[in-house]
């Protein structure tokens, strides 16, 4: 039974009796918005589905992604989340599912074929869902995830990318106003604007487009740079505005990630740099007496095929006593969080898909490669490659003044990192995909389904110990 639609109370999440609703769980992404490191491939999802449909024709090619989508999120995950104690995830979509970039603006039915069917797996398992706008056409920041063959974010100068989002959302508010089970709109995911400006800008006409349809679902809006940066809102002009509204921050830590270099041991320092880092992406929020959501999160963990069972075992430790302390850190403040993430092929989600499945066997070399080399920029382990990177960054250097270093999302992408994500998880892995799709190449239907069937629920295994710290913080301890 829902206890009617969700709204925001001063700081506060509250149900329609005015009861405080503390929102807990996960994010699903890697399904309606397919990444690299979640499901294995290489490069974007948009390159590995042209790839595939040239490769073993678009007819087993659509089985392959139908069955995967089918299979990746079921009654089964729904009960189980809902057993551990959750009561919402965030479902990461992809606007390519509801609009074809070649028949802009005509919406395509699958999307919430999709869509519905794992809003109401949720909803009969009472989880409220958050929908989070993953992609855009242009693409909203440089990244993988944005599903755009490059870095620049396009999306900020060409207005009509930005219009055709509207329109996607006005579909969406259309499609899911009145429903209880909605907790809310994530319009847009890490947004990364260079001039800060025009967020704002798109976030007002974001407003106007969705509360002239529904005037009642929760809007939670990401801050610029990767949703870390409210800095340079107009309180007059935004917040003091816009009414039923949560304010997103993702506040990854990088003590939880390789490049960090550094062990954690739960230091005094350590831990108040934990908290600085928090505090800095929420202090506009708390100084203005806002509603605050933490949409993203959590380390990525060892893996014993690479990293060796005694090692991967001690970085997990350690990893696991970092997000206790960050969940401490929300307890204390009492805030909605969304982890990252909640299905994978064994790198960060609570649940993942077992090595002796058809899928994992089927791709163990290719993906050994893929770690070797470094070809997802998420939580990579650049030391086999690096002395190849070097050389080349190190020209650059030498030809580009510090003062021209400083490319914006600098300092979120410092000088080298910028120069291997383009270098390295752009160029290297785009001359990957098509030795991905080749592995398909002579199966037959029942092979190409059991591939994708290794994404369901009864073949995954759980990540315990992840799953053992998240349900301790799943209630607030009073
Ligand atoms: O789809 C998700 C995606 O949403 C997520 O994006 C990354 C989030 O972290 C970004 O870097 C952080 C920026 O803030 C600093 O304070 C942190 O230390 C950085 O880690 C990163 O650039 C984004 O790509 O990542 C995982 C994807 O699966």
């Known amino acids: 039974m829902s206890n009617g639609i969700l709204r925001v109370d001063g700081t506060k999440i509250v149900d329609a009796s005015g009861n405080e609703v503390i929102l807990r769980g996960a994010g699903l992404g890697g399904w309606m918005n397919m990444e690299n490191f979640i499901s294995g491939f290489p490069g974007r999802e948009y390159q590995i589905r042209d790839a595939l449909a040239k490769t073993i024709g678009p007819e087993k090619s659509q089985l ?6 089918e299979a990746f999120f079921t009654d089964a995950d729904a009960k189980f989340y809902a057993e551990l104690g959750f009561n919402c995830i965030r479902i990461a979509i992809n606007y390519r599912h509801f609009e074809d970039d070649m028949n802009p603006r005509v919406l395509k039915p699958e999307g919430f074929k999709w869509l519905d069917r794992v809003v109401n797996f949720c909803a009969a398992h009472n989880i409220y ?40 959302w006005s579909h969406l508010a259309e499609h899911y106003k009145g429903n209880p089970w909605i907790a809310g709109y994530n319009p ?5 604007d260079p001039t800060h400006s025009r967020l704002q800008d798109w976030y007002h006409r974001l407003y106007s487009t969705v509360r002239a349809i529904d005037p009642d679902h929760i809007l939670f809006l990401d801050g610029n740079t990767f949703a870390s940066d409210f800095s340079h809102f107009d309180l007059e002009t935004t917040a003091k505005v816009w009414k039923n509204t949560v304010y997103s921050v993702h506040d990854y830590n990088l003590l939880g990630f390789p490049q960090s270099g550094e062990s954690y041991t739960a230091s005094e320092s350590q831990k108040i740099r ?51 302390e960050q969940l401490n850190i929300y307890d ?79 300092p979120v ?26 592995h398909f190449k002579g199966l037959s239907e029942e092979e190409i389904i ?27 301890r009073q």
Not at 285 to 299: A, Q, R, S, T, Y
Not at 451 to 472: I, P
């Open 64 to 69: 392959f992604f139908d069955k995967f989508l």
């Open 332 to 410: 204390e403040e009492r805030i909605s969080w969304s982890i990252w993430l909640y299905k994978d092929i064994g790198f960060q989600g609570m649940t993942y898909v077992a090595p002796d499945t058809p899928y994992m066997t089927h791709f163990k070399d290719f993906l050994a490669k893929k770690f070797k080399l470094a070809i997802d920029a998420w939580g990579c382990d650049e030391t086999h490659v690096r002395q190849f990177y070097e050389p080349f960054t190190k020209f650059i250097a030498d030809n580009v003044e510090p003062k021209y270093r400083e490319l914006y999302p600098f």
């Open 129 to 168: 869902t958050i929908i989070d706008l993953h992609t855009v056409p242009g693409g909203q920041n440089g990244d993988w995830h944005s599903d755009v063959g490059h870095h620049i974010a396009e999306f900020w100068t060409h207005k009509d990318f930005q219009d055709r989002a509207l329109w996607l």
């Open 274 to 324: 934990v908290r600085k880092s928090y505090e800095k992406k929420v202090k506009w929020m708390k100084d203005n007496g806002l509603c605050i959501w933490n949409g993203e999160f959590g380390p990525v963990y060892g893996r014993e095929q690479y990293d060796g069972v005694e090692k991967a075992q001690q970085i997990n430790k350690e990893r696991y006593a970092l997000l206790d």
């Open 188 to 192: 847009l995911n890490e947004p990364c």
């Open 413 to 438: 992408w410092k000088f080298e990192n910028r120069i291997e994500r383009i270098a390295r998880n752009i160029l290297l892995a785009e001359y990957m995909v098509q030795e991905w799709a080749d």
């Open 450 to 476: 059991k591939l994708a069937e290794s994404f369901k629920f009864e073949n995954c295994r759980q990540r315990e110990g992840l799953n053992e710290v998240l349900v301790r913080h799943k209630d607030l």
